[in-house]
């Protein structure tokens, strides 16, 4: 009898609660697990933008100014008076600026309108409590070698060297800045380039240079050009000073290659790798001299006579690239 009873009470709960119940309930349950997942996906993801904890990518603390620990911004122009407007304009407005060094070849000096534009700009953008000193480094001759010349009584021990058709945003700069305090003997910047051994030469000693391309394919640079780069303020009184005379006037006549000399003046000096920093470039003027034609040629024969020069090849392959994780979901 017990039995029985027992059977009847199942088929009643059986009949109660028919399958397609049992298994909606089920369904929900996966679905609740499942939404459960995705739910947490998003909070790890969210985890790692900057604005979760409260890191603001574009604001940057301002550097303490009593201790110089900014960058001096060196800045090569000719005759482009609106790029230079342009530039000084944005540059002004990083945090970790500290004094500029225009470097002038022209055969005339600056106008009035414009030092009175430059100086306006640069006060306007300081800000209260923050002075930019402002300086135009005049030339008699008109060479490539006068970006490099050593600057008199510097303010800062980082350089950070740029042409005056690309902008950077000032929280590429500054990252770059904090990577070159890491290593501040080398060369940190956003435009990397490489060497090559010419595999259709017997003299191994022999090189081709690698624009953006061989660099993009193989992941590898050995050459930080100094139209947008940090380096330590020592260089340019070595450049200035030790470079030999035969590199200098090479450069002076080819006009083209004085970012390459300054490679191999650091690399020889360091025997370390530069660092490419990841950065976005806007580029506001025109072409300059890497659009001619025969670029490429021109720069390979530059490394080959500084290979002859310096009696051997300095520059240190290297595939090391500083990301900023800060604005980077996956790294």
């Known amino acids: 009898m017990m039995v029985a009873k027992t059977n009847l009470i199942s088929r009643r709960t059986a009949q109660r609660f028919p399958q397609s119940a049992i298994s909606a309930v089920g369904s929900v349950k996966i679905k609740l697990l499942l939404f459960s997942c995705f739910l947490f996906t998003l909070i790890v993801l969210a985890s790692r933008t900057p604005s979760f904890f409260g890191w603001e990518h574009q604001n940057i603390p301002s ?46 000096p600056p106008s009035d309108p414009l030092l009175k534009f430059l100086n306006h700009v640069v006060k306007a953008n300081a800000g209260a409590g923050r002075k930019i000193e402002l300086a135009f480094d005049i030339n008699e001759e008109d060479s490539l070698n006068n970006r490099f010349k050593e600057i008199k009584n510097p303010r800062t021990d980082a350089v950070f060297s740029i ?6 945003p000032c929280s590429s700069v500054e990252f770059a800045f904090s990577v070159w305090q890491s290593a501040p003997d080398t060369m940190v910047g956003f435009v990397p380039r490489i060497h090559l051994i010419d595999q259709l030469k017997e003299n191994k000693e022999s090189y081709i240079y690698g624009g953006w391309w061989p660099v993009w394919w193989t992941g590898t640079y050995s050459m930080i050009l100094s139209k947008a780069s940090f380096f330590h303020r020592k260089y340019l009184r070595l450049y200035t000073n030790e470079m030999p005379a035969s590199l200098k006037e090479y450069v002076k006549r080819n006009r083209n290659c004085e970012d390459i000399a300054m490679s191999f003046l650091v690399a020889n000096a360091t025997g370390a790798a530069p660092i490419w920093a990841k950065g976005k470039i806007y580029e506001i003027g025109s072409s300059g001299i890497s659009s001619l ?11 080959n006579r500084f290979v002859s020069e310096f009696g051997r090849m300095p520059l240190v392959p290297t595939t090391v690239k500083a990301v900023d994780s800060r604005g980077t979901w996956f790294w």
């Open 293 to 303: 034609g025969g670029h490429s040629n021109k720069r390979t024969e530059c490394i």
């Open 163 to 168: 042409d005056d058709d690309i902008i950077f």
């Open 63 to 108: 550097p303490d100014r009593t201790s110089r620990q900014g960058y001096t911004l060196l800045i090569n122009t000719w005759k482009r008076y609106d790029l230079l407007k342009q530039s000084i304009s944005h540059y002004t407005r990083c945090p970790g600026l500290d004094s500029i060094h225009i470097v002038w070849s022209e055969p005339d």
